[in-house]
């Protein structure tokens, strides 16, 4: 059994990781569980840059192997923005509301067929340098479109304005495990267990 800590408190990310890795012989730590874990500036140009500076400053940090994400809604209308500051777009970090109020206000006079988008995220995985100091990132994205209006509860973040085409329903309308076998994250993690397997990273 291999420690993984997953570098995050968003509650909602944790359990989407969790439930993919149970299959695995990881033991997973979450960052809620380390007492004061240094505070972390994101402030990479990218989502890998994001993502690998987490793990790595977290896995010296805890010398627990560490597996980071960054990730975010890239709106075709507005350049890729949100983008690496999709958490926070409305200025204030992870305030959904206000995020999702935000979106929708810079997209309000765009027409349907233009509200192109698509959930991306990027995962890191570091060991640090007590272990072997290898390194992997794996990167997923999910397509569709920005709605006018939100629907459904579930989910977080932008999930209640993403429309998913395949199933004809936003991510805030389809149950957890539905959203765990097509989401942008769940591509990565896809991604990243294939290749430390072939690592034999655990």
Not at 82 to 97: C, H, N, Q
Not at 134 to 140: E, L, M, V, Y
Request: with cysteine.
């Amino acid at each position: 059994m291999i420690d993984l800590l997953v570098a995050t408190t968003n509650s909602g990310k944790l359990t989407e990781i969790q439930a993919f890795l149970k299959h695995l012989p990881l033991h997973v730590i979450s960052l809620n569980d380390l007492h004061d874990p240094p505070v972390i500036a994101e402030d990479g140009q990218s989502f890998e840059e994001n993502a690998l500076k987490k793990a790595r400053t977290l896995a010296e940090w805890s010398g627990y192997r560490t597996l980071a994400d960054d990730s975010g809604l890239e709106v075709d209308a507005l350049n890729g923005k949100p983008g690496i500051l999709s958490a926070r777009f409305s200025g204030v970090e992870g305030d959904d509301v206000a995020n999702n109020s935000k979106l929708l206000e810079e997209l309000r006079e765009v027409p349907e067929e233009k509200r192109t988008a698509r959930f991306v995220c990027v995962l890191a995985l570091c060991a640090p340098t007590s272990v072997d100091g290898k390194q992997w990132t794996a990167r997923g994205s999910c397509e569709g479109f920005i709605g006018f209006v939100a629907k459904g509860k579930n989910g977080f973040g932008y999930d209640p304005l993403f429309f998913f085409p395949p199933l004809n329903k936003t991510f805030g309308e389809i149950d957890h495990q539905t959203k765990i076998g097509v989401s942008h994250r769940s591509k990565a993690l896809k991604r990243l267990v294939e290749v430390c397997r072939l690592f034999q990273c655990g």
